[in-house]
């Protein structure tokens, strides 16, 4: 079997994007968590997943929720990304969001929302996966903050110009 580190360090090589999953706890209050783990699974229905850490601060509120939220943050938001990622008790504590069509916390200038209900969750190792059926969305124009090696980064970065000049052509 694979090792650890080199099982993390393969996968490290897989630029994704980086989200903010949130729900609400049993007494209605806003918790999320930063994810990389997110993709889609369907067009018809439409649906999502995301993969969380059995040991995450707010595991037991998403386990329990009938609904959630992935707001997929811009690369202005690796702040966010920072704080959402933290031990922190109370990630909100001092943050303003607002509530979405399912009454969800939504990030605020999150380059996209993706509102869902629960439908499914598959324990998967150390993380549980859970299916969302997407129930509301919406995005605005910008550039996505991504995780790549281990490091928050941005796409005007990771497009650097190659051998060819642009007027050059490129690979034919």
């Known amino acids: 079997?694979?090792?650890?580190?080199?099982?993390?360090h393969v996968l490290?090589?897989?630029?994704?994007?980086?989200?903010?999953?949130t729900t609400r706890d049993a007494d209605g209050r806003p918790v999320g968590?930063?994810?990389?783990?997110?993709?889609?699974?369907?067009?018809?229905?439409?649906?999502?997943?995301?993969?969380v850490?059995?040991?995450?601060?707010?595991y037991?509120?998403?386990?329990?929720?009938?609904?959630?939220?992935?707001?997929?943050?811009?690369?202005?938001?690796?702040a966010l990304a920072r704080r959402f990622a933290?031990?922190?008790?109370?990630?909100?504590?001092?943050?303003?969001c607002h509530a979405g069509h399912l009454e969800l916390p939504l990030i605020p200038d999150a380059l996209a929302h993706i509102e869902c209900e629960k439908v499914a969750a598959y324990r998967g190792g150390d993380h549980t996966i859970f299916l969302g059926r997407v129930e509301a969305v919406r995005a605005r124009d910008?550039?996505?903050?991504?995780?790549?090696?281990?490091?928050?980064?941005?796409?005007?970065?990771?497009l650097k110009p190659g051998p060819f000049s642009a007027a050059g052509g490129g690979v034919r």
């Open 60 to 78: 037991a509120a998403l386990e329990a929720c009938e609904r959630f939220a992935v707001n997929i943050l811009g690369s202005h938001q690796e």
């Open 53 to 58: 850490d059995l040991k995450a601060r707010c």
């Open 142 to 158: 910008g550039d996505p903050l991504l995780h790549y090696r281990g490091q928050y980064d941005r796409l005007q970065s990771a």
């Open 86 to 96: 933290s031990t922190l008790e109370d990630k909100f504590h001092g943050f303003e």
């Open 12 to 21: 490290g090589h897989f630029a994704s994007g980086i989200t903010i999953v």
């Open 1 to 8: 079997m694979v090792g650890l580190d080199d099982f993390r």
């Open 33 to 51: 968590l930063t994810a990389t783990a997110f993709t889609s699974v369907s067009l018809d229905p439409p649906l999502v997943l995301i993969c």
